[in-house]
């Protein structure tokens, strides 16, 4: 199976993830589906052979599910009695077991513990980076080279949602507050 | 009396100049050695933190005011946005290195690398600036009861530094 096709399965995976996050009526199921596509975007990292993305994705993953479960679990959540509903946990343990063995098969193109992929990988772009990052840029210091030369839209990024992230914190702890007639 | 005990006034009166220069100097020289604009802009920002909390807010707010923090906030972006924009101007490329191609400077020199510095003082203002307003905007809420027994977030701005 090449990766394109694994990855435009994993892709409508996290499509049906969304649309259900979307559609359904439960708040609860609809931040677990939203956990879901973050699991499939981290698997799809892995199989891109960027780990270290794979883990920020899937550590701020689930901080982030454990915040919402948290902040929804009160308001809306319903007690199951009587019957399982054997159906739905067939259907969930096959989600699973998929899933694990997407992880498994994704690890099969990463090096061993200790060797990262540019030492695998002849023309991965850090090699290139290390060699010709003083002659390009002029600067010593490789970090400062590659997130402000080679990568400084990723910077840029960076900076945008850090500036997001102050005017909604402003935002949201202000008192004063604008209705819809004008200041109150 | 606002603020804290006159030890850490006098130790405070001493030490934030030095951390103030030690944060510029990470940033001025994020390219020569390890730090840059994100870990310079930390440091600037916690000497003002350090400021607050011994002096009080009033002190610390009297020398940058939360209009200037949001001027110095949207100026580093600004101008690191004016920076890439200018690379691709000058270079034909967004974020190219225009200042390096045109005039290499010598490695391990301060006037190096062309943009990198411009950028980093960029990025240093901004984190620094936002990280104060963050704390500004924290240190000022109060949570009071009101007659009801009611709890409701106040902001406490010393006089005549309101915002709109």
């Given at each position: 199976m090449g990766t394109e096709t694994i990855l435009i399965i994993l892709l409508f995976f996290m499509l049906a993830g969304a649309l259900i996050a979307v559609e359904t009526k439960n708040l609860l199921s609809s931040v677990i589906s939203l956990g879901a596509i973050g699991v499939g975007s981290s698997v799809a990292f892995l199989f891109l052979m960027a780990p270290d993305l794979a883990i920020v994705q899937i550590a701020v993953e689930v901080v982030l599910l454990i915040f919402l479960i948290r902040g929804t679990i009160a308001r809306d959540v319903i007690p199951q009695r009587g019957h399982i509903a054997w159906g739905a946990l067939a259907v969930v343990v096959v989600l699973l077991a998929g899933l694990l063995a997407f992880g498994t098969y994704a690890f099969r193109g990463i090096g061993r513990f200790g060797q990262p992929v540019i030492s695998a990988v002849q023309e991965a772009p850090s090699n290139r980076y290390l060699a010709e990052g003083v002659r390009e840029?002029?600067?010593?210091n490789i970090v400062a080279a590659v997130i402000l030369d080679y990568r400084g839209y990723d910077t840029l990024g960076e900076a945008t949602v850090l500036f997001a992230a102050i005017l909604g914190a402003l935002t949201i702890l202000r008192v004063k507050g604008f209705t819809k007639g004008g200041q109150r | 009396m606002k603020g804290m005990t006159v030890i850490v006034k006098t130790i405070t009166r001493w030490v934030k100049v030095f951390i103030f220069l030690y944060g510029v100097y990470i940033v001025l020289t994020g390219h020569l050695t390890p730090g840059g604009g994100f870990a310079g802009g930390v440091i600037i920002a916690c000497s003002y933190i350090l400021l607050t909390l011994a002096y009080g807010k009033e002190f610390a707010l009297k020398r940058l005011g939360p209009r200037t923090t949001a001027g110095l906030d949207s100026g580093g972006a600004l101008l690191f946005l004016l920076a890439a924009l200018l690379g691709l101007g000058y270079?034909?490329?967004?974020?190219?290195?225009f200042l390096q191609k045109r005039f290499p400077g010598r490695e391990?020199?301060?006037?190096?690398?062309?943009?990198i510095p411009i950028a980093n003082i960029a990025i240093g203002l901004k984190v620094g600036a936002s990280l104060f307003l963050i704390f500004i905007i924290l240190s000022i809420l109060r949570i009071v009861l009101d007659e009801k027994g009611q709890q409701s977030m106040v902001q406490h701005w010393p006089e005549g530094k309101g915002e709109e």
């Open positions: 840029t002029g600067a010593v | 270079g034909g490329i967004f974020f190219a290195n391990f020199q301060l006037a190096s690398a062309g943009i």
